[in-house]
């Protein structure tokens, strides 16, 4: 008999929320019906499990979330629905009980991605959904009011019930096309959770989980795609780093500072090896070129004894096929610490008039510390001073302003 | 299974501009798109430009949600023109039944519409 019935459902919530709703919309063809399921099914968890968790929680959870679903269906209120029902393909019945097929889990991640759906509409409906987070959890991962995140997360369900947009994993003649939007959902919840937009926390630990498992979910159903093998060695380059962003008081850590042997080793040797793999893809992978950024930083021993010539020579490639300021940053950043500190500044001068950089106080922020660098104080706190009033995170906040005030 | 509307909106004045053998070329691309998906479509139509448009609108500033059969009436406001003049304007439709929104894209997809794009909108089914 368990102590902790809580923490087993908080744990099942965790593990298993995804496929429990895959498979319960299946049953219930209706995305707000199979949520309001899959929770009371998570809520009777909270009592019967006081007698035991069974041996598979996940089945269990699915069982009793679709056994409520028929329930609901048999009742007039489900006859009398406003809104059409999600066009769910027929396929061969499953094993009663169980805990739904990864096919389920990857036709609800198409759903969510889909085209038709807004950019944001998209990376809210797949944290929602697949990610099992709340409204305000969501909301608050990208700066918009709860109300405003209610309202697009239930604009976006309306829209899949009354459109038709199909709970389905594409065929392969639109595969490649839809794959991208998938990914970049996912590349979207790992930046999100790298540095959170806003808030007191440096790092989003729910998003960054989400990424990982999203990542692990499409690797393990496109073994042979660049792309995919690029994004999950990001995610895992990235995420190896984790436990050392942040000192014990949840200051921030920077590269330079970060206790590189706390680094996970275990992350790093599988992204390196996926890195090298999907670099041998043609056309090259965007996602593969950024994660052997990453790799590069992964192997080396210190900042200084970094390979920044093949870090300004990856972001050549990535800004060749895929122009972006953002990649632009990070290039003249790297070229600071490749030829030194003029050559990065003159780098930067080329973006100062790029629009999409107003108001990005990275671009300040890595001005301020290459002028600090060649000894220019007085400007460097200038920069500084605009990145402080920039950035919407605390911690990267009071970073600035101990620099600040280490220039005097 | 559903039914969708594909809406061709398109710029009139490049319309206007276009030679006889264009049109020609045009109007065979539609045919082919017709042959092709003969098996979905429900109907489909070509419309005359915006400037034969007339307007019907009720006395109340279009407000009819208050009049018997929230219809205009025998005082409604008849105008020249289109409802809303746009510079790309609904030029013509095609009326599809397939089984979910990615079909009819995939049809939106192909069809011609050279001087602007299509709107997919399903319909509600009552």
């Not at chain 1, 590349?187 to 990424?211: E, F, N, Q, S």
């Amino acid at each position: 008999m368990t102590a902790d019935p809580a923490g087993a459902v908080a744990d099942a919530h965790r593990r298993e929320w995804a496929a429990v709703l895959a498979a319960t919309v299946r049953v219930t063809r209706d995305l707000d019906l199979a949520e309001e399921c899959v929770q009371e099914a998570y809520a009777q968890a909270l009592t019967a499990w006081r007698d035991g968790v069974p041996a598979r929680p996940g089945a269990w959870l699915t069982t009793a979330a679709r056994r409520r679903a028929l329930d609901l269906h048999r009742r007039a209120a489900v006859a009398e629905r406003a809104l059409p029902l999600l066009v769910v393909d027929e396929v061969a019945p499953e094993p009663a009980g169980d805990a739904g097929q990864p096919d389920d889990l990857l036709a609800l991640l198409f759903t969510c991605c889909h085209p038709a759906l807004t950019a944001e509409a998209r990376v809210a409906l797949t944290l929602r959904l697949l990610g099992g987070l709340s409204t305000p959890e969501i909301a608050r991962a990208f700066l918009v009011s709860e109300p405003t995140m209610a309202a697009r997360l239930t604009r976006a369900k309306k829209k899949i019930a009354a459109a038709g947009v199909p709970f389905r994993v594409p065929g392969p003649d639109e595969l490649p096309r839809r794959l991208g939007g998938v990914l970049a959902v996912v590349h979207l919840v790992l930046t999100a959770g790298h540095t959170a937009p806003t808030g007191t926390g440096l790092v989003r630990h729910d998003l960054l989980d989400r990424a990982h498992d999203l990542a692990r979910l499409l690797r393990s159903r496109f073994p042979a795609d660049a792309d995919v093998a690029g994004l999950l060695a990001l995610v895992l380059l990235t995420d190896a780093r984790r436990a050392t962003r942040v000192d014990a008081d949840g200051a921030l850590v920077l590269l330079a500072d970060q206790d590189r042997s706390r680094w996970d080793a275990a992350m790093i040797e599988e992204g390196r090896a996926l890195v090298r793999a999907a670099l041998t893809a043609r056309p090259v992978s965007r996602y593969a070129v950024l994660a052997a950024v990453a790799a590069v930083h992964a192997e080396a021993p210190s900042l200084e004894e970094t390979d920044w010539a093949e870090i300004v020579g990856l972001y050549d490639v990535v800004l060749a096929r895929w122009p972006s300021p953002v990649v632009a940053l990070n290039r003249a950043v790297a070229v600071g610490f490749a030829d030194g500190p003029e050559a990065g500044l003159a780098a930067l001068d080329e973006l100062a008039d790029e629009p999409r950089l107003a108001g990005y106080g990275y671009l300040a922020a890595a001005r301020g510390e290459l002028l600090r660098r060649t000894g220019r104080h007085r400007e460097a706190r200038e920069a500084i001073g605009e990145a402080v009033l920039l950035t919407g995170n605390d911690v990267e906040r009071e970073l600035l302003a101990g620099r600040l005030a280490a220039l005097g | 299974m559903g039914r969708y509307l594909i809406l061709l909106y398109e710029d009139e004045a490049s319309w206007a501009a276009v030679g006889q053998e264009e049109t020609e070329a045009i109007l065979t691309a539609h045919r082919r798109f017709g042959e092709a998906h003969g098996d979905v479509l429900r109907g489909g139509g070509w419309l005359h430009p915006t400037a034969t448009a007339t307007s019907v609108r009720g006395p109340d500033d279009g407000a009819n949600a208050d009049a018997p059969g929230f219809a205009a009436g025998v005082d409604a406001l008849v105008t020249d023109g289109p409802y809303v003049e746009t510079k790309e304007a609904l030029g013509g439709f095609y009326l599809v039944e397939v089984p979910d929104l990615d079909s009819a894209l995939a049809l939106a997809r192909e069809v011609p519409a050279p001087f602007g794009g299509v709107e997919v909108r399903p319909l509600r089914e009552t």
